[in-house]
């Protein structure tokens, strides 16, 4: 199974949601709140990797939202968020991948434009204008799966 996965607010804007999708045949969203974006940056201030918080972030979010169905998926198109940094995500999501022993194959995780068009693009916008998804992502989940160095 190939999906597509696209995020609606970014990340690094504390004080707005972020939501993460994919997409195909099924869907499937994840909602990360202002307030559990702030939470996870002070500690990433803390620790002096201001930076990183926004990279691990994404790549535990996608973690979450595929690690139930990485046995069907043979493809995973991640849309192009954070140019130049696409190595540092895909090597992230295996660690996390790792630490919570789930598999996923090296070659499977692409980084292309996927466009507004994309059904992943339509999940993710209206999770964001609806302030709701299928998943929750808090801060605390964050620190258990992402286990911050």
Same mark, same amino acid.
């Given at each position: 199974?190939? #999906?597509?996965?696209?995020?609606?607010?970014?990340? $690094?804007? /504390?004080?707005?949601?972020? %939501?993460?999708?994919?997409?195909?045949? +099924?869907?499937?969203?994840?909602?990360? /709140?202002?307030?559990?974006?702030? /939470?996870?940056? %002070? %500690?990433?201030?803390?620790?002096?990797?201001?930076?990183?918080?926004?990279?691990?972030? &994404?790549?535990?979010?996608? &973690?979450?939202?595929?690690?139930? !169905?990485?046995?069907?998926?043979?493809?995973?198109? #991640?849309?192009?968020?954070? /140019?130049?940094?696409?190595?540092?995500?895909?090597?992230? =999501? &295996? $660690? =996390?991948?790792?630490?919570?022993?789930?598999?996923? $194959? *090296?070659?499977? =995780?692409?980084? +292309?434009?996927?466009?507004?068009?994309?059904?992943?693009?339509?999940?993710?916008?209206?999770?964001?204008?609806?302030?709701?998804?299928?998943?929750?992502?808090?801060? *605390? !989940?964050?620190?258990?799966?992402?286990?911050? *160095?």
């Amino acid at each position: 199974m190939k #999906i597509e996965i696209d995020q609606s607010g970014r990340i $690094e804007d /504390t004080s707005k949601l972020s %939501v993460v999708a994919y997409s195909n045949d +099924h869907h499937k969203s994840l909602l990360i /709140t202002a307030r559990d974006k702030k /939470t996870i940056q %002070v %500690v990433f201030r803390k620790m002096g990797q201001p930076k990183l918080f926004v990279y691990k972030l &994404f790549a535990v979010a996608i &973690f979450v939202l595929i690690k139930n !169905e990485l046995k069907r998926i043979d493809q995973i198109i #991640i849309d192009r968020e954070y /140019t130049g940094y696409e190595n540092l995500i895909k090597q992230l =999501i &295996f $660690e =996390i991948a790792e630490r919570n022993k789930k598999e996923i $194959e *090296k070659d499977i =995780i692409h980084f +292309h434009s996927i466009g507004r068009r994309c059904n992943a693009h339509g999940v993710s916008i209206k999770a964001y204008r609806m302030r709701r998804a299928d998943i929750r992502l808090s801060a *605390k !989940e964050f620190f258990e799966i992402g286990v911050v *160095k």
